[in-house]
């Protein structure tokens, strides 16, 4: 191994450690009470290596949450082999979404992160990214409804932004204290509605 690649998986092996001591102290803190002298304490690494991998406290953060959208993207994949149409996809993503969010320890701290009034604009266009992300996963999805004759053809992309904003206006609705049983009715009867829009008229 040269010296270089040693280096790189050096810092790598630190930028590890360094997330993984982060979440845990999130998951236990929040997001708010999390201070970037408590990250020093928690990860072993000084102020500077942590802005050296992450540039800030919101950026260390959105690098977990990154993390746990590609992990959730890679349960969905096995997931929604199981499932042969879209409409039953459409089910699975919402009960996926639910269980996931219901025990993801780092729920609570996204929580007060999304809800921040002010991010560097650096932040902002990462959250973008993620969020066209989950848009093109939707357009995939009502294109395969529609290519199939489940759903009305339509504006792919619109459609895919509706659904979009449906899931995340149900994350941040369903956290007032419901069960989990209560969760999942509510986003079983979001996606019946939906579907009752995009699905092909009997007649």
Known sequence: MSRINKKQQQSEQTKKKI??????????????????????????????????????KEGLFLYLIEEWDAEWEEKWLVNAAQHHT???????????LVLDDFN??????ADEFFNLEQKTSEVEDRIIKLVNRHIECNERL????????????????????????LLFGLSYMAKRGDSIDERLELYRTAMKVLLHGLAQSAN
């Open 104 to 109: 993801h320890p780092l729920t609570k701290a």
């Open 86 to 96: 879209a409409a039953d996809k459409l089910y699975a993503i919402a009960e996926l």
């Open 142 to 165: 009502i294109q395969e409804g529609i290519d199939r004759g489940e759903f009305n053809a339509g504006e792919v992309r619109q459609l895919a932004v509706i659904l979009e904003s």
């Open 19 to 56: 997330a993984d001591a982060a979440r845990s102290l999130f998951a236990m803190k929040g997001y708010k009470g999390t201070s970037i002298e408590e990250l020093v304490a928690a990860t072993g690494a000084s102020k500077g290596n942590i802005y050296y991998h992450f540039k800030s």
